[in-house]
């Protein structure tokens, strides 16, 4: 059972440089999410989805963009790094009923450091 | 607005002490409240969780009891371990609401 299942575990970017953190489940959760956790600050929403083809802003969302075309993927752009996006950034989902429907489900976390 | 306060850590216990972590909330209705853990390396999961007030989740030995009347939902644990050593997450999901927001993060360590 894979669960939330996230890549890559570690990046290393340079100031200006874009990519993609992939987020996929396999539990047919119709909300996923993406927080970043800094120290001291613990998790802070980015982007959040509670289905294919919509989404929508968290607390933190300036320089990241998401999109959701199927129920299982929920990528995360960075379109041009920066240093202050050096986290550990964890996606989640949970489905929206049910009596588990409160529960969120973490992958196991992506480590990004911007040089 | 949401929100969860947790006590800040780190919080150094011998193992077999008793564990208090405590956590507030703001809510405007009436939220779902949680406890997650994360062990080093790894992502959230969750410890235990209560859904309406005094309600009381467990875990593993650890209890939380979800107290409308003071906005808390405190974790305990009556002797904790070597393996208890973790990061403990509040979090609160309001009704009907899409975001579960989480309290700052409280480190446990645990001494042999």
């Known amino acids: 059972n894979a669960g939330v299942t996230q890549t890559p575990k570690f990046q290393v970017l340079k100031t200006g440089q874009s990519m993609t953190l992939q987020c996929a489940q396999d539990?047919?959760?119709?909300?996923m999410s993406w927080y970043r956790q800094d120290p001291g600050m613990g998790l802070r929403l980015i982007h959040y989805?509670?289905?294919?083809?919509?989404?929508d802003q968290g607390e933190v969302p300036n320089g990241y963009n998401v999109s959701r075309s199927t129920t299982e993927d929920f990528p995360l752009r960075l379109l041009s790094a920066a240093p202050s996006q050096t986290s550990v950034y964890f996606c989640?989902?949970?489905?929206?009923?049910?009596?588990?429907?409160?529960?969120?489900?973490f992958g196991e976390g992506s480590w990004l450091t911007v040089v | 607005g949401n929100s969860v306060t947790q006590m800040e850590g780190p919080v150094t216990l011998s193992e077999e002490a008793f564990l208090t972590i405590n956590c507030t909330y703001t809510?405007?209705?009436?939220?779902?409240l949680f406890w997650y853990v994360q062990y080093p390396g790894e992502g959230l999961q969750l410890l235990l969780k209560a859904t309406k007030a005094d309600d009381k989740g467990s875990n593993k030995g650890f209890e939380a009891t979800y107290r409308k009347e003071t906005t808390s939902f405190h974790l305990e644990k009556g002797s904790v371990q070597v393996s208890d050593s973790a990061v403990y997450f509040c979090a609160l999901l309001n009704t009907g609401g899409f975001k579960t927001i989480f309290g700052a993060g409280t480190r446990l360590f645990v001494k042999a």
């Open positions: 809510a405007t209705g009436y939220p779902s």
């Open positions: 539990m047919n959760h119709e909300y």
């Open positions: 989640a989902s949970r489905p929206l009923e049910g009596n588990s429907g409160n529960t969120i489900y």
């Open positions: 989805s509670v289905g294919a083809g919509i989404t």
